[in-house]
């Protein structure tokens, strides 16, 4: 039978979350002697380790897979002292001096201060058919399941960097890729454009909104698409790959945290600082705007240096 009293453990600093942000914040709280505990939530390495290349994060002039990058910055942390372990935090009480957060529901920490850095998910349109075929042909993540699509059609939903890049990653591996955009412009940068325009297998479907997905019990097999608003367009593909933004991961901080009115954190100034004292947030969880990883390492960075003054004068 399962220990129910099982003792809490009192620790300094506790870091939730473990893309750049969270690993960055590592480096710093271990060199600053903070101790601290990171929680690696229930995706290792975060978002990036999503994305095939990355290209521009300052010292990898030859770009590096992000999966390798988030190895590298996991390490760096390692080799400083931080305590990093598996596990998610499933609740958290903030308001007292001591912050009280459960992991997996069952082991209870103790922390004298908490940096949030639990990022972001990737949004779904909302469609019960999507619903219905996800994980059976419907992925927010190409770079994931885009091997199973080795000389076959797929879709990727979205006209930004990640929708471009993911297209660019799949008509390496799909025979087809339909790039289907909402409005009549793409909103990603246009060297990823570029590339996309020199693109032969990649199909951009301009002003088509993806009303169904079609399939059987073998998957996927097409997507009803209304163009302009009035003409009905149906396609054949086995995948659909969403790349239409992300929601921030602050579901469990909602009642005690600010949030602002799309749900991430907001934070003081130029500083981590969120309403309740000693409580940081740092990356894409507190950052509707930039969502980099270099700007994620950067805020991460920041929260440590908050929680090592916040703790200093405690
Ligand atoms: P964005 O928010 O930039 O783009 C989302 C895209 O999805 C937009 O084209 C948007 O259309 C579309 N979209 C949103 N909702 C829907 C919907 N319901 N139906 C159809 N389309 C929809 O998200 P990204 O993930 O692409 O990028 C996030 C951030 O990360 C950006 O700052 C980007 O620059 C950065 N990034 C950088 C990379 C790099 O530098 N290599 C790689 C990947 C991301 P609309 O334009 O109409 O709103």
């Given at each position: 039978m399962e220990n129910s009293t099982q003792a809490i453990e009192k620790i300094n600093c506790l870091i939730i979350g473990s893309g750049p942000a969270g690993y960055t914040a590592a480096i710093y709280a271990s060199r600053a002697n903070l101790n601290p505990v990171l929680?690696?939530?229930m995706q290792t390495g975060g978002?990036?380790?999503t994305t095939s290349e990355v290209e521009n994060f300052p010292g990898y002039p030859e770009g590096v897979s992000g999966n390798e990058m988030m190895e590298d910055i996991r390490k760096q942390a390692l080799k400083f002292g931080a305590d990093i372990r598996e596990g998610n935090v499933t609740s958290a009480d903030l308001s007292d001096t001591k912050k009280i957060v459960t992991i997996d529901n069952k082991k209870t920490i103790e922390a004298n201060v908490v940096i949030i850095a639990t990022g972001a998910s990737a949004r779904y349109l909302g469609l019960?058919?999507?619903?219905?075929?996800?994980?059976?042909g419907v992925s927010a993540c190409a770079v994931c399941d885009g091997f199973f699509y080795r000389k076959q059609s797929v879709a990727v939903i979205g006209g930004g960097d990640t929708a471009v890049g993911d297209a660019l990653y799949l008509s390496g591996i799909a025979s087809k890729v339909y790039l289907i955009v909402r409005k009549n412009y793409l909103r990603a940068s246009k060297v990823l454009q570029e590339?996309?325009?020199?693109?032969?297998n990649i199909e951009i479907l301009y002003e088509h909104v993806t009303k169904e997905v079609l399939g059987d019990d073998s998957g996927v097999t097409g997507l009803r698409l209304l163009k302009q608003d009035k003409e009905e367009v149906c396609i054949k593909v086995t995948g659909m790959f969403l790349a239409i933004g992300h929601k921030p991961n602050t579901e469990i901080f909602k009642d005690q945290i600010t949030l602002d009115e799309n749900g991430y954190i907001i934070t003081e100034g130029k500083s981590s600082q969120t309403n309740?004292?000693?409580v940081f947030a740092c990356g894409d969880v507190q950052d509707p705007t930039y969502r980099q990883a270099i700007?994620?390492?950067?805020?991460?960075?920041?929260?440590?240096?908050?929680?090592?003054r916040y703790l200093q004068l405690q």
């Open positions: 929680y690696e939530g978002q990036l380790t019960e058919s999507e619903r219905k075929f996800r994980g059976m590339r996309v325009a020199n693109t032969p309740i004292q000693g700007t994620a390492a950067a805020s991460g960075c920041k929260a440590a240096l908050d929680a090592e």
